[in-house]
């Protein structure tokens, strides 16, 4: 691995032209040299190369330590950058398009030959999408080019919410980092693959089932995204992803349940950390109880989930427990993080 000299720019989101200000130039400047760049997005950071150059691409698994066969996400600028990617889309990606771009929705749709096999994983699919941050558009704008990004983490770790979360995994690993505070939404964008009549949705994110269904009619879920045992179609859902260093296990039962739990580890002398919301935070004794936004809105525990995992590992707890919340809307996208986190570890109240 070469070790870089890693640029920091801050950046103002609110500059009127933000493409033509010198942190904007300099970065397009290193993605147009094939270097990588990490920058906000209205989800996660990303961590961007030119999507249409293998080398470039291949230094973003070089970084990350991210396995060969998961695909990266392109992201774009302006729809005038798809003709160049997709080779066909059926007429409901129209729709998806108008109501959903910019946004935290990534279409699956065949590619043309112009995408390297690296971006795609060796399938004949590339995953799409316009993130809906002036950083990321104006970047892409000024490098004139289309940009492969998975998540700015290492590979395996909590995705970066804040350009500290990026540099803590990734500096001296690549060229620069676009700080541009923290971002909106918190877990990655709904990734749903657009290759047959009906869409299937492959990965919970910012945009639900619901949302999609009143736009285009009826989606489908991926079987695996359900029931242990079935091969993901999209590879990334397979890998343990997001996890906090220390084992990490999710209660599904009440506050004095969770509690025992607690005391039944103190006896054999952990550090035991407890994930809890605003509401409940005064409710538990342990070592270190994090407040990870307001259960009466699923949108804040969105919003603060990564940074709360990395909080913990700064702790240094033994063992952490954490409360469920209920899978519909966007809880959806909220527990199948945690229990990604969790590498599917669920105690039960019986
Ligand atoms: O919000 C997001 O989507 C963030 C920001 C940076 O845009 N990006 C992100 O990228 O989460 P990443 O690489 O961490 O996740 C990409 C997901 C993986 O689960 C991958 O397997 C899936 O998209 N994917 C990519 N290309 C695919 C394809 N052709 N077919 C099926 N799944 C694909
Ligand atoms: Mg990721």
Redesign the pocket.
């Known amino acids: 691995m070469r070790k870089l000299e890693t640029k920091y720019w801050i950046v103002d989101n609110s500059v009127e032209n933000l493409r033509d200000c010198p942190q904007i130039q300099e970065a397009a400047m290193y993605l147009k040299e094939n270097e990588l760049i990490a920058f906000p997005?209205e989800?996660?950071?990303?961590l961007g190369a030119n999507a249409l150059h293998a080398e470039a691409v291949t230094k973003i698994f070089e970084a990350k330590g991210r396995p060969s066969d998961?695909?990266?996400?392109v992201?774009i600028a302006n729809t005038g950058m798809l003709s160049q990617l997709v080779s066909s889309m059926p007429q409901y990606v129209a729709k998806l398009i108008e109501s959903f771009w910019p946004g935290?929705l990534?279409v699956?749709l065949p590619k043309t030959d112009h995408v390297p096999e690296n971006v795609?994983?060796g399938?004949a699919?590339?995953?799409v999408?316009m993130?809906d941050h002036p950083v990321a558009l104006a970047l892409m704008e000024a490098a004139g080019l289309p940009l492969a990004?998975?998540?700015a983490n290492l590979s395996g770790k909590p995705?970066p919410t804040t350009a500290q979360h990026v540099r803590a995994d990734l500096h001296g690993r690549i060229a620069g980092i676009l700080d541009g505070g923290s971002t909106g939404i918190g877990v990655?964008?709904t990734?749903i693959?657009c290759t047959a009549d009906i869409p299937v949705i492959?990965?919970p994110?910012g945009i639900t089932r619901n949302e999609l269904e009143e736009a285009v009619g009826k989606v489908l879920v991926d079987p695996a995204l359900q029931e242990s045992g079935q091969a993901p179609?999209?590879?990334?859902?397979k890998y343990k992803h997001y996890a906090p260093d220390a084992p990490f296990v999710l209660v599904a039962g009440n506050s004095e349940y969770l509690q025992q739990l607690v005391a039944h580890e103190k006896k054999s002398g952990k550090k035991v950390g407890i994930l809890t919301t605003e509401e409940n935070q005064h409710v538990y004794k342990a070592d270190v109880v994090l407040a990870c936004g307001r259960r009466d809105d699923l949108s804040t525990v969105m919003q603060r989930l990564y940074a709360t995992l990395r909080t913990f590992n700064e702790y240094d707890v033994d063992i952490i427990f954490s409360e469920v919340f209920p899978q519909e809307g966007i809880g959806e996208a909220l527990m199948n993080r945690l229990l990604k986190a969790a590498n599917g570890q669920v105690i039960r109240e019986i």
């Open positions: 997005t989800t996660v950071y990303g998961n695909p990266l996400i992201h935290p990534t699956v795609s994983g399938l699919t590339v995953a999408r993130p990004a998975p998540s995705s990655e964008s990734v693959d492959l990965r994110g179609k999209s590879p990334g859902m």
